[in-house]
């Protein structure tokens, strides 16, 4: 059974920092590579940074970059995204999710970030 389960959420201020982790289960995780997505209220889901199986690889979406950084730990199976200098348009759900196409409806229960004073 597939599972991946996102934690680290919270409320933070503009400026601050959190770290985001993704458990997954039921497949071989250092076989794929990993995508974090968010989505904010009334807009559409977008593709926040992916990396590859083996770690060696990363893509960031240009509203994060320089801020966040994705990694993964294959020995534990998790998936991470640090976020830095965090901004209240970050405020979202966050999910992470595998690449491969028969991983596709497979999706986690989010974790919500926000960024607010």
């Known amino acids: 059974q597939v599972q991946l389960v996102e934690s680290g959420g919270g409320l933070v201020q503009p400026g601050g920092s959190l770290r985001l982790s993704c458990a997954a289960s039921g497949f071989i995780f250092s076989n794929y590579g990993m995508i974090w997505y968010r989505q904010a209220p009334g807009k559409e889901r977008e593709l926040v940074a992916a990396?590859?199986?083996?770690?060696?690889?990363?893509n960031y979406a240009d509203s994060v970059k320089g801020r966040f950084t994705i990694s993964r730990d294959n020995a534990k199976n998790t998936v991470y995204l640090q976020m830095n200098s965090l901004k209240p348009e970050d405020t979202a759900v966050y999910y992470c999710k595998s690449d491969a196409s028969w991983l596709r409806p497979y999706w986690g229960q989010g974790t919500q970030v926000t960024v607010s004073s």
């Open positions: 990396i590859t199986s083996a770690g060696t690889s990363t």
